[in-house]
Antibody, heavy 121, light 114 residues
């Protein structure tokens, strides 16, 4: 079955860059839209951005100046970089797949387990 | 931005009883050309990622028990659990996917057993 697994440092210093990778298994990364979504402790869900297998991206306007999402189709991985982090970026970060491949206008049907990232010196 | 407002914030229902969660969008998420509502519902249990329950406002995801149903159109939507089971204790979120680049979620409704 399709599985997503996030990986990366659990602790990042303020002003540095948060880097996470999502490894996709059970399906090719091609032909789908892939997203990053985060959830601060005890709070709701915030969409960060998505990437299509072609490499085209779209980001949350509130984060666009600090976010880069990229992918490596040879490894079936996509990655998140969030620069100039502050304590407000402390959250569980999830990677997720948009349900149908041809459009981003659909629900998220597959989620990774999430990885907690704490921003602290 | 489309703002998703859920009510109530929390809800306690007896086992076997009906649970109803509401979600209101600040603008319509009904796309007239295909008559689809671009709205999903998710269930999140502690320490777990969200799980897709309903998409297109009323289509149940594969494997989701039929006690879960979604209804509504335009700006007003409802998730109903017809007969609450203990394993349904969770936080429930609605989400619009009508507009990108900004998918937005409601703030969640916490469902507990009375």
């Amino acid at each position: 079955q399709v599985q997503l697994q996030e990986s990366g440092p659990g602790l990042v210093k303020p002003s540095e860059t948060l880097s996470l990778t999502c490894t996709v298994s059970g399906v090719s990364i091609s032909s789908y839209y892939w997203s990053w979504i985060r959830q601060p402790p005890g709070k709701g869900l915030e969409w960060i951005g998505y990437i299509y297998y072609t490499g085209s991206t779209n980001y949350n306007p509130s984060l666009t100046s600090r976010v880069t999402i990229s992918l490596d189709t040879s490894k079936d991985q996509f990655s998140l970089k969030l620069s100039s982090v502050t304590a407000a970026d402390t959250a569980v970060y999830y990677c997720a797949r948009v349900r149908l491949g041809a459009t981003p206008y659909d629900a998220f049907d597959i989620w990774g387990q999430g990885t907690m990232v704490t921003v602290s010196s | 931005d489309i703002v998703m407002t859920q009510s109530p914030d929390s809800l306690a229902v007896s086992l076997g009883e009906r649970a109803t969660i509401n979600c209101k969008s600040s603008q319509s998420v009904l796309y007239s050309s295909n008559n689809k509502n671009y709205l999903a519902w998710y269930q999140q249990k502690p320490g777990q990622p969200p799980k897709l329950l309903i998409y297109w406002a009323s289509t149940r995801e594969s494997g989701v028990p039929d006690r879960f149903s979604g209804s509504g159109s335009g700006t007003d939507f409802t998730l109903t659990i017809s007969s609450l089971q203990a394993e349904d204790v969770a936080v429930y979120y609605c989400q619009q996917y009508y507009t990108t680049p900004l998918y937005t979620f409601g703030r969640g409704t916490k469902l507990e057993i009375k």
